[in-house]
């Protein structure tokens, strides 16, 4: 019986050990990518390429890529939340309820080159819109759609029953006790879902190639909306870092602008994530009744 315990305690501790390297392993070797991608991009940098310029810099495209991602996650995230909700709280278990999770299991595994064809043919064929950053962002949330509605109603399912039958005991109504109790309980894991689908938004090519466009002329003097150089105009072509950078390196052009593209698109990422996490705790720890 000895012998047993000391051996289980002995496969214990190598498994420990085994799982420790294994994880201690993949940080630094993360942490050398993102470490090469940044000096590297920084390296070779100078202060004109850091300007809000036609050619040769990438401040047009930083801003059409934070602009594109924000009017995607606008779109796709109440709708991906009320489609979680929806399949979680309101659905009927039967084939209607199995063929809708088989569909947003297919589209979430679709790649990428496929949806940019698809919104090609939708947003600029069908509805003649024009290569613009509003069909690009609209493609990247069909992207981006089945993650936050998958991710939302496995939160709203993973939350002890007693949350729900609790609100409805005090008098709440079923929409009352989702929005007001569900949700508020759910939203890290929520906001989880919204990070991964602003982090593919942020690094998405291959959609935008159709959608977008590869050029982009602003004038940051001219905020008539109407206009194809003003910053907030949707209907107009918005070429992203990920598209830069594409056409950079494809092109040969200009290394040293590309591997700068690269390393503030790895930044933005980060600092997406960390600032979205914040939130994420800081709400949490509002609602627990806790001091943020």
């Known amino acids: 019986?000895?012998?047993?315990?000391?051996?289980?305690?002995?496969?214990?501790?190598?498994?420990t050990v085994v799982f420790y390297a294994v994880a201690i392993f993949f940080f630094l070797l993360l942490a050398a990518f993102a470490g090469k991608v940044i000096i590297g991009g920084f390296a070779g940098a100078t202060p004109e390429m850091?300007?809000?310029?036609?050619?040769?810099?990438?401040?047009?495209q930083l801003f059409n890529t934070i602009y594109l991602v924000f009017v995607s996650l606008v779109v796709s995230v109440p709708l991906g939340v009320c489609a979680g909700i929806y399949l979680s709280m309101y659905a009927k278990q039967g084939l209607f309820t199995k063929f809708l999770r088989m569909c947003i299991e297919t589209l979430s595994s679709l790649p990428s080159i496929v949806v940019g064809l698809f919104g090609y043919l939708v947003f600029l064929v069908f509805m003649g819109m024009g290569k613009s950053l509003l069909a690009g962002a609209l493609s990247v949330s069909i992207i981006t759609l089945p993650l936050i509605t998958t991710t939302t109603e496995d939160a709203i399912k993973g939350l002890p029953e007693g949350y729900y039958q609790a609100s409805l005991g005090l008098g709440a109504t079923k929409w009352q006790s989702i929005f007001h109790v569900l949700l508020p309980a759910c939203l890290p894991r929520i906001m989880t879902g919204v990070i991964l689908a602003a982090g593919r938004g942020f690094g998405e090519a291959a959609v935008l190639l159709y959608t977008t466009g590869s050029g982009t002329s602003l004038r940051w003097g001219n905020w008539d909306i109407t206009s194809p150089t003003c910053p907030l105009n949707l209907l107009r072509p918005a070429e992203t870092l990920s598209i830069q950078i594409w056409n950079l390196q494809v092109n040969g052009q200009d290394r040293a602008l590309a591997n700068l593209a690269s390393a503030v698109l790895m930044l933005l990422v980060l600092a997406f994530s960390i600032g979205a996490n914040a939130l994420s705790h800081w709400i949490a720890k509002k609602n627990a009744g806790e001091k943020a």
């Not at 315990?5 to 498994?15: L, P, S, V, Y």
């Not at 850091?50 to 047009?60: D, L, P, V």
């Open 1 to 15: 019986m000895e012998s047993r315990i000391k051996n289980a305690r002995g496969i214990d501790k190598g498994m």
């Open 50 to 60: 850091f300007r809000f310029a036609r050619k040769g810099s990438i401040g047009n």
